[in-house]
């Protein structure tokens, strides 16, 4: 039997939920596929209308960020990474899961937060940031890349991200080993 890939999908659905937006996409929905096995996790719309679905995905047997743009129209926006997809590699071979993301109009930047694995036992909360045309920002973090261990190893993981008064918040679950501290 054939291996089935899981796609990234938009649905645009009606204001007053009689059903789908039939103008947008394909009856309502847009779909990319991708060769890989992909999961959304958040929506994030930039001042134009153009719509970016966030998610993490298997690949090659390494778990990495996506970002998938599409335009108001419910089509793929192919000028944003490469044939409208940026995924995400964290340095080092870590796996990086995303689980949440938002668009900042200020600064035209799509952060997308989550957690890298270094071993099963230490789990660090992560952040990067791109632009609004899938080039990773490098001048965010150290080199483009934020991750932070809360404590003295254990597990941290980031579940959603917030643009907030001078910054970004992100809501952690912080799993310490006994002894470890907050630092």
């Known amino acids: 039997s054939g291996q089935v890939n899981n796609d990234v999908a938009v649905l645009k659905v009606l204001p007053n939920a009689s059903g789908f937006d ?9 779909i990319d596929e991708d060769p890989s096995e992909d999961q959304s996790n958040a929506l994030a719309l930039d001042d134009d209308g153009n719509i970016y ?15 998938t743009a599409f335009t108001p129209q419910g089509e793929v926006l192919t000028d944003f990474g490469l044939n409208g997809r940026r995924s995400i590699l964290w340095p080092d071979g870590q796996d990086f899961y995303v689980t949440d993301g938002l668009f900042h109009t200020e600064n035209n930047k799509i952060y997308i937060t989550g957690w890298t694995t270094e071993s099963a036992s230490n789990i660090n909360t992560a952040v990067v940031a791109i632009d ?3 080039n990773h920002d490098s001048s965010f973090g150290v080199d483009g890349w934020f991750e932070n261990d809360l404590g003295l190893g254990g597990l941290d993981f980031a579940s959603a991200i917030e643009e907030g008064i001078n910054g970004l918040y992100l809501a952690v679950t912080s799993v310490e080993s006994p002894g470890g501290s907050l630092a």
């Open 53 to 67: 679905v966030i998610g993490t995905g298997i690949f090659a047997n390494i778990w990495r960020g996506h970002v």
């Open 22 to 30: 039939l103008n947008f996409g394909t009856i309502g929905v847009a």
């Open 132 to 134: 609004n045309n899938g």
